[in-house]
């Protein structure tokens, strides 16, 4: 080979090696990359948290309860108090068996046979062949009334009743009110028409038949003749014709023109009016006092006979007045006498209680009532009572269930449909158009139960959500519904036994409400939230090994990678020692011929 072949040889594999070498420093760095992300692969694995599976333990508990009647009792706190009680609080747990519950759907149509959804005018709607009737209607009051061996019902027509006797005929009763009885026991008294009013004394304007002479004048016959003015007035508002005083004096009323309309007790000068209240007064005190009504008259008669032996024309129109007899002790009889006894018989009339009249005259007019209260009157003769021997609810439908029952039984079936109707609009919301019932018999027991369907949902129709008619409604029934209620922040004292676990509670200690309970004690697994744990550590695991195993896959590539690349560098070393051997010999080759060349021309 000659020298410049030599030297073109061996630079062109210095040239091979230096890239050997650079390719061969590649694969290092490629394979530190690897080693890197194979460490933060380890890293993660080293800081992934792996799931631990829950303890039952963790949601077991140890709970306390007591029993009252047919009430579990279970406490839920306990809080300690200053003076050694508790505030404790407990849940009460019962069983309700006559609750109402939805019990699915059902088809219901009415009277047209068509789907409820059309309203029916008179609400009749179906289920099959049986007939629902609205929760409180059709059970009707009536009374029953005997004649005799005969019992008949009467039925509401109008204000009064009717029942069709033995003969067939039609007979009308009314009740025994105040308005349907006056025409037997007269009018109820008035309070109003016991209301006198006050007397009056009007000795001023107190007009006469003659001339009224100055009351201010001393005058004893003009003093008299006032006193005897406004008592004639009061004496012959009655209308009598003649009055007898109590020792047997009588005096009797000419007919004249004057005297029949001159009544009032006291009026303006020349007027000659009727006055109510002086008529009143005068049947009052003849009606109800006749005492005082006599002691009126005696004086009246003898005031009369005074003025009539001592006065002149000028004080009296003696025309008024015809004695039949002049027989008195005119001597026991004086002006000054007969004033002082008719300021005293004034003030017994102004003193007389009318309110005890009417009070007297009320009780009598009840006593006369009494006998029809309670009791029905013939239509056709006041006079003939039938007495109220019972009140009747009946049934007059077509249902065979509800025609069976007595009437006790329907009047008990009436208050549960009122009750259920209460507890129905609690339940499920108040219904419009009412709530109705199907009595359906228990092939088991042989018992009919109520069946419930809300008539919103038969007048309207169930509607689904694109707005069609559904072709079923809601039902409901008694049924069993487990209640709950708590009760927080009772008084407590609790009992413990030798091992420290709670035997004994007394609630409401020291007051009238205290009462003890035995407690027992109850290991209480929270089963759903362990399951609950138990499905989350399931997930956690799966996520977990999930995660690992990606982790591994990653790993087990990065590893085949950097085997490929160690192969590589394999390569690339057995590639530069092949390189390194031949450049040593070219190296020897252009020795050899540099040699030979120094010595052919040195």
């Known amino acids: 080979m000659g020298m410049a072949a030599s030297q073109a040889r061996f630079l062109g594999l210095t040239a091979r090696k230096t890239n050997v070498e650079y390719e061969g420093q590649q694969v290092n760095q490629q394979r530190t990359c690897l080693a890197n992300q194979t460490a933060n692969y380890y890293n993660q694995l080293l800081g992934m948290t792996v799931p631990t599976p829950p303890s039952i333990a963790d949601f077991t508990k140890t709970v306390y309860t007591f ?122 008294p008035n309070p109003d028409d016991y209301d006198l009013g006050p007397l009056v004394e009007d000795y001023t304007n107190t007009a006469c038949y ?116 002049t027989e008195y002790d005119k001597n026991q009889v004086t002006i000054d006498n007969l004033y002082t006894r008719w300021q005293n018989t004034w003030d017994t009339i102004g003193d007389l209680k009318y309110d005890e009249v009417y009070n007297r005259d009320l009780a009598e007019w009840e006593a006369k009532r009494a006998p029809y209260v309670g009791k029905f009157l013939d239509s056709q003769d006041y006079t003939k009572v039938y007495s109220i021997t019972e009140r009747h609810m009946y049934y007059d439908g077509s249902n065979e269930y509800l025609k069976s029952l007595s009437s006790d039984q329907l009047e008990k079936l009436y208050q549960e449909e009122v009750d259920y109707k209460d507890r129905l609009n609690e339940l499920y919301g108040e219904s419009e158009n009412g709530w109705y019932v199907r009595y359906v018999k228990n092939s088991g027991t042989g018992e009919y139960e109520p069946i419930f369907y809300n008539g919103d949902d038969m007048a309207d129709g169930v509607r689904i959500e694109n707005g069609d008619i559904c072709s079923h409604v809601s039902t409901y029934k008694i049924g069993t519904k487990q209640m709950c209620e708590e009760i927080k922040g009772v008084p407590a004292r609790l009992e413990k036994d030798s091992t420290g676990r709670y035997i004994n509670i007394t609630l409401n200690p020291g007051t009238s409400d205290e009462v003890t309970y035995a407690l027992t004690t109850n290991t209480l697994t929270d089963q759903a939230a362990y399951d609950d744990a138990m499905n989350q550590y399931e997930y956690d695991k799966n996520k977990y090994d999930q995660a690992i195993q990606e982790i591994n896959t990653k790993i087990e590539i990065i590893q085949a990678q950097d085997k490929n690349l ?9 590639e530069q020692d092949a390189i390194t051997n031949e450049m040593d010999a070219v190296q020897k080759v252009i020795e050899k011929n540099t040699e030979s060349t120094f010595r052919t021309f040195g």
Request: charge should be negative; aromatic fraction near 8%.
């Open 566 to 574: 160690e192969l590589r560098l394999k390569q690339l070393d057995t």
């Open 67 to 188: 029993q009252d009647g047919n009430l579990t009792n279970s406490i839920t706190a306990l809080l300690a108090q200053n003076d050694g009680l508790y505030k404790a609080s407990y849940t009460s747990n019962w069983a309700d068996d006559f609750s109402i519950v939805s019990v699915g759907k059902t088809s219901v149509v009415n009277s047209q046979g068509t789907m409820a959804r059309t309203v029916d005018p008179a609400n009749n709607y179906y289920v099959g062949a049986d007939q629902l009737k609205e929760l409180g209607k059709d059970l009707n009051w009536a009374y029953i009334i005997r004649e005799g061996s005969q019992k008949y019902r009467l039925t509401e027509s109008g204000d009064n009743y009717t029942y069709t006797n033995a003969e067939g005929k039609s007979v009308t009763l009314v009740p025994a009110t105040d308005d349907r009885i006056t025409t037997i026991i007269g009018p109820k």
């Open 210 to 325: 003659s001339a009224v002479i100055n009351p201010g004048s001393t005058h004893p016959q003009e003093r008299g003749y006032h006193i005897e003015h406004n008592i004639c007035r009061l004496i012959w508002t009655d209308g009598r014709s003649s009055v007898t005083s109590s020792n047997g004096v009588t005096l009797t009323r000419t007919a004249t023109a004057l005297n029949g309309t001159y009544y009032s007790l006291a009026h303006n000068s020349g007027a000659q009016t009727t006055n109510d209240q002086s008529r009143n007064l005068q049947n009052a005190l003849s009606e109800y006092f006749p005492d005082e009504y006599q002691d009126l008259i005696d004086l009246y008669v003898d005031t009369i006979l005074l003025l009539n032996d001592v006065a002149d024309s000028s004080h009296i129109n003696r025309n008024l007045y015809t004695l039949s007899t």
